[in-house]
């Protein structure tokens, strides 16, 4: 049997870069088509900070659930949301990266 490891947390979590109940907005375009069209450009509110790896996320890299009126909730990076300035978003999501490149060489080398 497989466990979920996913840590949903909908309490302020120190360190995350965002607190519940805070107002975001979804950027108004996606690079890669690959946010439902509906939530582009939109406020709302964060309900939720997921964590897929815990190990590797908590608590700097969550992806963060968002309610918008009208369209629903869904899950995004922080660099999809305008969280703060631009710079930041791209430090998060270098970060985001490195640590993927990591974990795939970490990948690599046990198989």
Known sequence: MIQDVTLIVDEDVEGAPVRIGERVKVVSHSADDSMNRGFLGQ???VV???????????????????RVDDVGEDLFF????????????RQLAGL????????????????
């Open 43 to 45: 406020a709302g509110v």
């Open 96 to 111: 985001r990266q490195s640590v993927r490149d990591a974990e795939r060489r970490g990948l690599e080398r046990m198989t």
């Open 78 to 89: 922080p660099e999809e949301l305008e969280l703060g300035p631009e710079w930041a978003r």
């Open 48 to 66: 939720a900070l997921v964590f897929d790896d815990p190990d590797l996320q908590y608590p700097h890299d969550p992806l963060i659930q968002v």
